[in-house]
């Protein structure tokens, strides 16, 4: 075995052990008690959309995700673990003879639109470039390649063009938030989880940011709004910091569209409920890939088919497909999410984007 593969086996198996570990966290700052005894965090300084919402539940300072809270099947222990790297893998042959063939296409550009007009770029995985009224949002920023990440699509423009105002980040794992692109994102607005900026102020000092708890507008001086919003997901990036810092997703309501941006997420009644809340979307970024073994991914991540019910719930005009391609973090091959998608595809309008082209909205 080639010593460098041998290498990233030893660093995958230590990150699988590592998701099996909890270690407390001193107590969140400025925690709010509510009349039932439970602890719930919120920014104080910002408005809360969801009436009788105090917080986010925390615990000895750790985030508690309430949709898998009572859920003994979604809280994997090492038995599982062994069982996941162990077992036969249904999909090895195929992702074999992928390793020869061309992946995603990508339309490459040396500079980026020269336009006022509203558009969205795909940048690859979870990151996109949407321009609002002149304004550049950049969701999930990993434009590079993250430690034992091997990155399999190239970024379809030069990272230093990219400059973005905001940065939506929708949680802490590597492949969403990526600390080589922060350092091309200087004095960036950082829109983020509660408890995130230390993270993110270390990777890059001159980035601003604002964090906020599920259901809370974020303050911004431009007409767009932005809010944050639940997921079905975790966070980690070390052994020591599991659910240290919160995990969620993004509405952003311009004077003409609303936009649904789900980061990571595992299928939960959340879709359901931000109709509910705020209406019809008109454009949901939702996440395909990373789903397989099922048993084992299914509480942290969508497969195509529960993307297109999560699509039905949110009610919305157009459904845009992420969070495949660039990335082999799980068992099935690179290639099949958007072929499932169109195989269980019926009556929903769905926009494939091209890595590097350019949707004006």
């Known amino acids: 075995m080639p010593r460098r593969h041998f290498l990233k086996q030893i660093a995958l198996w230590l990150s699988s052990l590592s998701a099996l570990l909890s270690f407390k966290n001193a107590s969140a700052t400025t925690p709010e008690t509510n009349a039932s005894n439970a602890t719930t965090l919120q920014n104080a300084a910002l408005k809360t959309l969801k009436s009788g919402y105090s917080g986010n539940p925390i615990k000895d300072g750790l985030f508690i995700n309430p949709y898998t809270a009572n ?3 979604a809280n994997h222990g090492f038995g599982d673990i062994l069982k996941w790297r162990l077992s036969d893998k249904p999909y090895k042959a195929q992702k074999e003879r992928e390793k020869s063939l061309p992946g995603l296409k990508v339309v490459h550009s040396n500079t980026l639109p020269t336009t006022d007009q509203d558009y969205i770029l795909w940048l690859g995985h979870a990151s996109f470039l949407i321009q609002i009224d002149g304004k550049r949002l950049l969701t999930d920023p990993c434009l590079t390649a993250p430690p034992m990440f091997t990155r399999h699509t190239e970024l379809p423009v030069p990272i ?3 400059q973005p105002d905001y940065l939506l980040i929708s949680h802490g794992h590597y492949d969403h938030l990526d600390s080589d692109t922060l350092k091309h994102c200087n004095h960036a607005k950082a829109l983020i989880p509660l408890k995130m900026t230390p993270l993110v102020q270390e990777m890059n000092p001159t980035i601003e940011c604002q964090e906020a708890g599920w259901y809370q507008q974020y303050t911004l001086a431009e007409g767009v709004k932005v809010i944050y919003l639940p997921a079905n997901h975790w966070y980690r990036r070390t052994p020591f910091d599991k659910n240290e810092i919160l995990w969620g997703s993004f509405l952003i309501k311009t004077p003409s569209q609303t936009l649904y941006f789900a980061g990571d997420t595992g299928y939960a009644e959340h879709f359901k409920e931000i109709k509910e809340l705020f209406g019809k979307v008109d454009i949901a970024f939702l996440p395909i890939g990373a789903y397989e073994p099922r048993w084992f991914m299914k509480a942290s991540h ?16 157009i459904l845009v497909p992420m969070h ?21 595809t019926t009556t929903e309008t769905v926009r494939y984007l091209t890595i590097g082209e350019t949707w004006f909205l």
């Open 71 to 73: 859920d003994p099947s």
């Open 160 to 162: 230093d063009t990219i």
């Open 302 to 317: 969508m497969n195509p088919q529960e993307a297109l019910q999560a699509y039905r719930e949110l009610d919305a005009g």
């Open 324 to 344: 495949y391609g660039t990335f082999d973090l799980t068992d099935e091959p690179l290639s099949l999410p958007p072929k499932v998608l169109k195989e269980n």
